[in-house]
């Protein structure tokens, strides 16, 4: 196989920042990639971690001035790792040059900024796409897969939740989390298993959201300070095909640490996954006697999709970075071949509209279609 370098530029050292360039120092190896991705510069807030993160991944140059990264002919595609906030005038100065932009979710600060995004990617003509990787484990491929082909049959029902405890005591200090709704537990995990939703389901109709802060004030440098987001959400919604779901997002689930979790059930079978054991997937079938129905465990391995390049031995599991990995390989994957890979941009503002409509079902108390947002 011929093999094309592809000079990357990452808007963001921080905790994604350094996923996403591990993700491309990496993914060439793992599944021998036409396009080989070659580090060509990081740009963080200032001089002096932009260059600490220069060195630490392996990037030939590092800059504290996002346009400089962009506009620089030797970086030919472009990962945002920054915050949300930044999203747009990011995305729409790389596509005004024509440049492929793989964007961290949510996709912008608000539904405006989505829709901005949307309209500048498509016109542009480029490849754009939102980092969901969760939804990427080989255990959610393969439930995605046995959906796909009927092995549940008709679904009636869908149940998911997101659910962490970072923020579960109340005594904790007020942080940049706890200011603005982008940055809130709607803003911040919700995006997530809407999405999922979306991947294993279909579209959503309609949503009826309850979304509250629990622990209203929190200790801040100057006495107490104001949260001014939310702590926890749920939502009941009906998808356009007709299945009943419903969705809850926590920040303060104690004893949660990854509670992305999902059930699915339909009219010959159901599914169960939990991302804090995401090398299995729960399969019940309603086939054989009855004494010897049940859920089986089935452990992932390289029967399961984007499994084998990473190891030969079945149950030997995958973790979080090679989520990222398997992101960059599609990312790659969508600029050789030209053809959009889930999710785009427009896949990414969906996500946005069911967090906005949600948000405002909320204040309305009352169900409201995605129509209206």
């Known amino acids: 196989m011929a093999h094309d370098g592809k000079g990357i530029g990452i808007v963001g050292g921080g905790y994604m920042g350094k996923a996403h360039a591990v993700a491309m120092a990496s993914v060439g190896a793992v599944f021998n990639t036409t396009l080989r991705p070659r580090l060509e510069m990081v740009c963080a807030t200032s001089p002096e971690s932009a260059e600490r993160y220069r060195q630490a991944y392996g990037f030939a140059r590092a800059t504290d001035d996002w346009p400089v990264l962009v506009n620089d002919p030797a970086v030919e595609a472009i990962v945002i790792a920054a915050p949300q906030s930044m999203h ?165 689930a104690t004893g949660r640490k990854m509670g992305y979790t999902y059930e699915i059930t339909g009219t010959k079978g159901a599914i169960r996954f939990d991302q804090e054991d995401q090398n299995a997937l729960w399969l019940y079938r309603a086939e054989g006697p009855e004494a010897t129905r049940g859920f089986t465990k089935i452990l992932t391995g390289p029967a399961h999709p984007d499994y084998l390049p990473f190891c030969q031995g079945p149950g030997h599991g995958t973790g979080y970075q090679d989520q990222i990995i398997i992101e960059a390989k599609d990312f790659l994957t969508a600029i050789e071949t030209g053809q959009p890979v889930w999710p785009t941009f427009r896949d990414g503002m969906e996500v946005n509209r069911i967090v906005t409509a949600a948000i405002a079902s909320s204040e309305a108390r009352r169900w409201l279609p995605l129509s209206s947002v």
């Not at 911040?188 to 109709?205: C, R, V």
């Open 88 to 252: 747009r005038q990011i995305a729409e100065a790389a596509f005004a040059l024509g440049k492929p932009v793989l964007c961290e979710k949510p996709l912008g600060a608000s539904l405006d900024d989505s829709r901005a995004m949307v309209a500048a990617a498509e016109a542009a003509g480029v490849t754009n796409m939102v980092g969901f990787n969760y939804v990427r484990t080989p255990a959610t491929q393969f439930a995605r897969q046995l959906i796909a082909e009927g092995a549940l049959g008709d679904l009636t029902w869908f149940r998911g939740e997101h659910t962490e405890d970072f923020l579960a005591d109340p005594d904790l200090p007020a942080n940049w989390r706890t200011s603005g709704m982008a940055n809130g537990t709607m803003g911040d995990l919700a995006p997530h298993m809407i999405n999922a939703a979306l991947a294993l389901i279909g579209p959503i109709a309609e949503v009826m959201g309850e979304v509250e802060t629990v622990h209203k004030t929190r200790r801040g440098a100057g006495g107490p300070a104001e949260v001014t987001n939310d702590d926890h959400a749920q939502l009941m919604c009906r998808f356009e095909s007709g299945v009943m779901g419903h969705m809850y997002f926590s920040r303060i």
